[in-house]
């Protein structure tokens, strides 16, 4: 079946960048994009951007430009996020989803749990 | 900054009929862009739960359905259970945003 994996929870001290690793299986990685959605904690779900796993294109929302890096080990069929300079406010539970161009996203990671304390 | 508008909570008895609305502009669903509705259960990843304004993947039940218009989208629930309590986000796409997906500001429902 189609899933996606997540790595573990993290603690990160503010300045610090953390990596997010997103594993793909049961479907050709390449076919699909990979979105990058967080959620704080009590918040609602707010979209950082996706990458398309073939080509290594992405596009990032403007809020997280110069701070976030997409990327991807195609052989592993694994993406990642790297969120840089954190501060508290990121602390989130970072979700990556399967989508395909303005499908919806389906399906989604576990999550994993990103603390920086203040 | 707030693009789609949800209302924070809704409720009804089991089996009722609810409907949870999602305003956005002419820039996001006024533009013609497609709406998602998301269901997230307590402690886990959001699901999609309609695709496309008013497709449902396999497995979601015929009790919800949605619907788009204008700059409107709607998610009703029929026939509510208790194992509908959940939140729901809409997503869309906005043009002021160069595209990007943007979602609703959920919203919670309880079942009385």
């Known amino acids: 079946q189609v899933q996606l994996v997540q790595s573990g929870a993290e603690v990160k001290k503010p300045g610090a960048a953390v990596k997010v690793s997103c594993k793909a299986s049961?479907?050709?990685?390449?076919?699909?994009?990979i979105n990058w959605v967080r959620q704080a904690p009590g918040q609602g779900l707010e979209w950082m951007g996706w990458?398309?796993?073939?080509?290594?294109?992405?596009g990032y929302a403007q809020k997280f430009r110069g701070r976030v890096t997409f990327s991807r080990n195609t052989s592993v069929t694994t993406a990642y996020m790297e969120l840089g300079n954190l501060r508290s406010e990121d602390t989130a539970v970072y979700y990556c989803?399967?989508?395909?161009?303005?499908?919806?996203?389906?399906?989604w990671g576990p999550g994993t749990l990103v603390i920086v304390p203040s | 900054q707030t693009v789609l508008t949800q209302p924070p909570s809704v409720s009804g008895a089991p089996g009722q009929r609810v409907t949870i609305s999602c305003t956005g502009s002419?820039?996001?669903?006024?533009?013609?862009?497609?709406v998602h509705w998301y269901q997230q259960l307590p402690g886990t990843a959001p699901k999609l739960l309609i695709s496309?304004?008013?497709n449902r993947p396999s497995g979601v039940p015929d009790r919800f359905s949605g619907s788009k218009s204008g700059s409107s989208a709607s998610l009703a629930i029929a026939g509510l259970q208790a194992e509908d309590e959940a939140d729901y986000y809409c997503?869309?796409?906005?043009?002021?945003?160069?595209?990007?997906?943007?979602f609703g500001t959920g919203t919670k429902v309880t079942v009385l």
């Open positions: 990458m398309n796993p073939k080509s290594g294109n992405t």
């Open positions: 496309g304004n008013n």
């Open positions: 049961g479907y050709t990685f390449t076919n699909f994009d």
């Open positions: 997503q869309s796409y906005d043009d002021r945003l160069f595209g990007s997906r943007v």
């Open positions: 989803a399967r989508g395909r161009g303005i499908a919806g996203l389906d399906p």
């Open positions: 002419s820039s996001n669903i006024g533009a013609g862009y497609d």
